[in-house]
């Protein structure tokens, strides 16, 4: 996420999978915890190579370029065992 992503309230995300730019509702308490740049850098370092090594530690192995995704499926699963709506999600 970039400095210039966040505006009052929201969360821009633009270039997404489906061409189209979308904002996410954010608290003022999350706001406020957020860097303050408006610059278009990264607000924060990869950690990519720390999760991978966490991953490899527990014994899960996952197919190449996976690595990440499988954190959206596993909120899903949980999402939707406790009691979560398909359409929210």
Do not use: W
């Not at 189209?20 to 990519?48: D, G, M, W």
């Not at 596993?74 to 009691?83: D, V």
């Amino acid at each position: 996420m970039k400095g210039n992503q966040i505006r009052t309230g929201q969360i821009i995300y633009m270039k997404t999978k489906s061409k189209k730019n979308h904002s996410v509702p954010i608290t003022e308490k999350l706001q406020t915890e957020l860097p303050s740049s408006r610059k278009a850098q990264l607000l924060f370092k990869p950690c990519y190579s720390a999760f991978r090594k966490a991953m490899q530690r527990a014994g899960i192995d996952t197919p190449a370029g996976q690595l990440m995704h499988v954190l959206r499926h596993t909120f899903a699963s949980h999402f939707m065992m406790n009691g979560g709506n398909i359409i929210v999600l």
